[in-house]
């Protein structure tokens, strides 16, 4: 289960419409790496951006690598319900090699995959109960709550590939980081992949204060992935 592009949102305190107040749109700027130094061309550079509006928030974010980029755009409502997620990956010659759509309507999520000229359609029953999330919308739900020291709650996971999964998300605290943005003392969030075995672990830490941005990210992308550490290099 891919939880990739969990990276940023500009989300206030737990219970707070997103688009209620706060700044009008802001942007991030990341690194990514392969958590054992190995692997230089799997190096990727991550841009965000959020826009904030009266119906909700728009994020976009676009990650280049030597091999690839990869355009994510995700739409929530102000309570960062998840509305739409839409992914584009293009080769290193610029083409297009696959392009994804996540749609939430009602009960369900309706997922549409084009790749190699090939299109495929699925639809996802809901779990009742758990907020659906996908990609970075995850991130943008973690920062809604605000997760303190032994609070947790699950949310409903829903992949680009056309998988699903529940995932438990577990506030630990504070931690101070120092990353080439800066020192931030960081609320900790673990979220495990309620997957039987596996169960891999990503964490995420958030700065202490609002806007809780994201300032850095550490696990495996999937069950047989390499572990990556993405980190806040500026705004």
């Given at each position: ?58 994020y976009s974010s676009r990650m280049v690598s030597e091999r690839r980029v990869e355009e994510v755009v995700i739409r929530t409502d ?19 090699a696959s392009s994804e759509t996540i749609s939430v309507k009602g009960e369900v999520a309706q997922v549409r995959r084009l790749v ?9 029953p809901l779990k009742p109960g758990m907020e659906p999330a996908a990609d970075a919308s995850l991130l943008l739900l973690l920062r ?92």
């Amino acid at each position: 289960m891919s939880l990739r592009r969990a990276w940023l949102a500009c989300l206030l305190a737990a219970g707070t419409p997103l688009a209620s107040a706060g700044p009008a749109a802001e942007r991030y700027v990341l690194k990514s790496f392969p958590a054992d130094g190995q692997g230089s061309r799997l190096e990727e550079t991550v841009s965000a951006d959020y826009v904030f509006d009266p119906s909700g928030v728009t994020y976009s974010s676009r990650m280049v690598s030597e091999r690839r980029v990869e355009e994510v755009v995700i739409r929530t409502d102000p309570e960062a319900r998840l509305i739409e997620a839409r992914r584009r990956v293009l080769d290193a010659q610029g083409r297009e090699a696959s392009s994804e759509t996540i749609s939430v309507k009602g009960e369900v999520a309706q997922v549409r995959r084009l790749v190699k000229g090939r299109t495929r359609s699925s639809t996802i029953p809901l779990k009742p109960g758990m907020e659906p999330a996908a990609d970075a919308s995850l991130l943008l739900l973690l920062r809604r709550e605000a997760l303190s020291a032994g609070l947790r709650k699950r949310y409903f996971m829903i992949d680009f590939s056309g998988r699903s999964v529940t995932v438990t998300a577990a506030g630990l605290g504070i931690e101070t980081l120092d990353v080439p943005a800066g020192r931030f003392d960081c609320a900790r969030i673990e979220v495990t992949v309620d997957v039987p075995i596996l169960k891999p672990r990503i964490t995420y830490w958030l700065s202490a204060t609002s806007p809780h941005f994201l300032v850095q990210h550490h696990g495996k992308r999937g069950p047989f992935t390499r572990t990556f550490t993405t980190v806040l290099v500026g705004n």
